[in-house]
């Protein structure tokens, strides 16, 4: 079936580096993508979406890249911290029939800081 | 900002009996969402409400039913407790109807079935 999933399980980068982390997905008729960051015990938390007219969205030290062709997603984080690390996924915003959409998310990756 | 708020934070429960998790959108939000995370998975979707209507169901069992109330709250009620239910349950709300806007979540009810 179709889904959503990133190529690295876990990524670990030194404090200050930039990281980035891939996301492929099927479903060429999803229109919005969301990275979410999952910190332990918590909720996943909002970072930046992408809706599919744009190929590149900047928030505060984070960029959203979207590659409609090969169907690729990417968060880059600048200035990696500590902080920064979670688990991070990517998720796609499918049609379910309709009017009907519903958020799928891919695989997370574990992003590890090193000081 | 206001979050959204889910009660309780842990919830442990014996085999065949029933849960009630609720949950709480943020202020102005009209869409809930109920996920389900086992552990080292990402989070699948169960069911989603819209203006008080069920909008959306996913991988949700027969076992399970929610329902969105007039001030746009959400329960998530489920019997006959398997241990495979052991999970994280999240909640989430968003503005407008699924797909518009992006989903804030809350920090789950860990649910133990034992």
Redesign the interface.
């Given at each position: 079936g179709e889904s959503v999933g990133l190529h690295l399980p876990t990524l670990s980068v030194q404090e200050g580096d930039n990281s980035i982390i891939n996301c492929a997905y099927s479903n060429s008729a999803s229109d919005?993508f969301?990275w979410?960051k999952q910190e332990s015990?918590?909720?996943?938390?909002?970072i930046i979406?992408i809706r599919s007219n744009m190929d590149k969205r900047q928030g505060q030290r984070v960029t959203v890249l979207l590659n409609k062709t090969v169907k690729h997603l990417s968060l880059q984080i600048a200035a990696t911290q500590p902080g920064d690390s979670a688990v991070y996924?990517c998720a796609e915003?499918r049609?379910?029939g309709g009017?009907?959409?519903?958020?799928?998310?891919?695989?997370?990756t574990l992003l590890t800081v090193n000081p | 900002a206001a979050g959204?708020i889910q009660s309780p934070r842990h919830l442990i429960k014996e085999k065949r009996e029933t849960a009630t998790l609720k949950c709480y959108p943020i202020p102005r939000h009209d869409t809930v969402?109920w996920y389900q995370q086992g552990p080292g998975q990402?989070?699948?979707?169960l069911i989603?409400f819209y203006e008080k209507m069920q909008?959306?169901k996913?991988s949700i069992p027969d076992r399970f039913s929610a329902q969105q109330f007039s001030d746009y709250h959400s329960e998530l009620n489920m019997s006959s407790l398997e241990l495979g239910d052991s999970a994280l349950y999240?909640c989430?709300s968003s503005v407008g109807?699924?797909?518009n806007s992006?989903?804030?979540?809350?920090?789950?009810t860990r649910l133990t079935v034992t």
């Open positions: 919005y969301i979410y015990g918590k909720g996943p938390q909002f979406d996924f915003n049609s379910s009017s009907n959409y519903k958020l799928t998310f891919g695989k997370g | 959204v969402y990402d989070p699948q979707f989603s909008s959306d996913g999240f989430a109807p699924p797909g992006p989903l804030h979540f809350g920090n789950g």
